[in-house]
């Protein structure tokens, strides 16, 4: 079963908010991943974290190591349409992956 | 090859039957790993191969799934005696270095099994 916690669930957010979500976890990671997927494709990478309290931006978005190793955040600036999909954390060594938080964007 | 290439797309089987699902990663990417994915749900870990050798395949249901990396390239996943509850979208990814260091897991588009 999933080792990763991930919330939210879900969001509906109106284009142009910010989103945030988050990922716990009660093993120590070496490495957070965030994933978007789209359906029918398999997820791609999005950011990779490798040292604890690290923040990373790739455009609009933002992802932090935190500092215990056992959780890290992605927050989306600024959403648009094409945000809409799934987001998956994961963590490295073990390549476990959360639940997913699925997003929905209203234009 | 550019992408991690995953055949067949889709697969349909009858109940019972044997299925291989085929996984050519990234060339030069030692480590490979194997998920299941169901509707709704993150990737489920399956195995992962450091090279040719399964170094944890702790995530394999049962002993009807079973993997192999024999020249620590290509992977085939197989799957015996097929049951309905193995339908699932299976992905693959592969990494530059264990750990997905080396900028993360690359996955396929994944086969698409259904047991009817």
């Known amino acids: 079963g999933q080792q990763l916690n991930q919330s939210p669930q879900s969001m509906f957010i109106q284009e142009g908010e910010d989103v945030s979500m988050n990922c716990t976890s009660s093993?120590?990671?070496?490495?957070w991943l965030w994933y978007k997927q789209d359906p029918g494709e398999g997820p791609v990478l999005l950011i990779a974290?490798?040292?604890?309290?690290e923040l990373t931006s790739n455009g609009r978005l933002t992802a932090q190591f935190g500092i215990t190793r056992k959780d890290s955040f992605l927050n989306i600036s600024a959403s648009i349409p094409s945000d809409v999909g799934i987001y998956f954390c994961a963590g490295s060594p073990l390549g476990r992956f959360g639940a997913g938080t699925r997003l929905t964007v209203k234009p | 090859g550019a992408g991690v290439s995953q055949t067949p797309s889709n697969k349909v089987t009858e109940k019972g039957k044997y299925v291989e699902l085929r996984c050519d990663p990234i060339s030069g990417h030692t480590a490979l790993y194997w998920y299941r994915q169901s509707l709704g749900q993150g990737p489920e870990f399956l195995i992962y191969?450091?090279?040719?050798?399964?170094?944890?395949d702790s995530g394999l249901p049962n002993d009807r799934f079973f993997a192999v990396r024999p020249e620590g390239s290509v992977s085939t996943l197989k799957i015996q005696r097929t049951e309905r509850g193995d339908s699932a979208v299976y992905l693959c990814a592969s990494s530059l270095r264990a750990g997905g260091q080396g900028n993360g897991y690359t996955f396929g588009s994944g086969t698409r099994l259904t047991v009817v």
């Open positions: 191969f450091q090279g040719t050798g399964a170094a944890d």
């Open positions: 974290l490798y040292k604890a309290g």
């Open positions: 093993s120590i990671f070496n490495t």
